[in-house]
């Protein structure tokens, strides 16, 4: 098989850092001349992204299960430009993804293996970063409180079910970085981390959560 583009996804607790670092990460691999692309989940930008953002501006009200659903579906369609992407050895950084989708769905109460159907056979990533920070110091950070979920009770409860998706995945590919330290010293841990992966790999794309 020819080489193909890494597909890392950035996870972490809200105002970890975790749009600040794809950035960061994204120009250190275009300053190497490595081919990437950036995406973000929730996309907004769609017509059910526009829906998400609605429900979590609190613009609208939705079942727990249909917002979960819906997340879902927007990583659905972009999941084949995701492997389209990949196979043109193209990296590929993402932040957030399906575990996002786990994580806060479960906080809020619904089954763990409920929440993790629909994303089942995604695309799965070849390295996670997950950025660790306290609730406590996250709420110090810009722009706390102003979404749905911008709650430290809810915080707490989904750091611990992102805990439990890092138990249960090949700890190769799951990663946890603390975001709590400046931002320089984490983007050269990320850096550190994710350079090996940005020369390519040989295996196939493999398909998250199958085993
Ligand atoms: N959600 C879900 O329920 N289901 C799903 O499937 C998915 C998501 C995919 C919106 O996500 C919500 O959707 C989110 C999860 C849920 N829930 N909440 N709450 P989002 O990704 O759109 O959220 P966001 O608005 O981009 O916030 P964020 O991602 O949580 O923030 P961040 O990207 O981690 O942090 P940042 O924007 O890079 O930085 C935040 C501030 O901290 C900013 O002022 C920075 O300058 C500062 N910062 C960053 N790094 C540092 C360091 N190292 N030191 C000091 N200050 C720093
Ligand atoms: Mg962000």
């Excluded at 927007?74 to 399906?98: F, H, M, P, Q």
């Excluded at 749905?148 to 799951?174: C, T």
């Excluded at 320089?184 to 790999?201: C, H, N, Q, Y």
Aim: hydrophobic content about 40%.
């Amino acid at each position: 098989m020819s080489t193909r583009g890494a597909f890392i996804v950035v996870e972490g607790l809200d105002r970890a850092g975790k749009t600040t670092q794809v950035s960061a990460l994204q120009t250190r691999l275009e300053n190497e001349g490595i081919l990437c692309k950036l995406l973000k989940f929730p996309d907004r930008t769609t017509a059910i992204g526009q829906m998400i953002d609605s429900y979590l501006r609190s613009q609208s009200e939705l079942d727990d299960r249909a917002i979960h659903l819906l997340f879902s579906a927007n990583r659905w369609e972009l999941a084949s430009t995701i492997e389209k992407l990949l196979a043109a050895g193209t990296t590929v950084i993402c932040d957030r993804y399906a575990f996002s989708g786990v994580a806060f769905s479960a906080a809020k109460g619904l089954t763990f293996e409920w929440c993790r159907s629909p994303d089942v056979s995604l695309p799965a990533p070849d390295l996670t970063l997950f950025l660790d920070i306290t609730p406590e110091a996250a709420r110090s950070r810009g722009g706390y409180g102003e979404e749905r979920y911008e709650k430290e009770e809810m915080q707490r409860k989904v750091r611990e079910v992102f805990r439990r998706i890092s138990s249960e995945l090949d700890e190769a590919s799951w990663v946890t970085i603390d975001a709590g330290r400046d931002l320089d010293t984490v983007a050269d841990e990320i850096w550190s981390v994710s350079r090996p992966f940005t020369k390519g790999l040989s295996i196939p794309i493999q398909r998250l959560w199958m085993q």
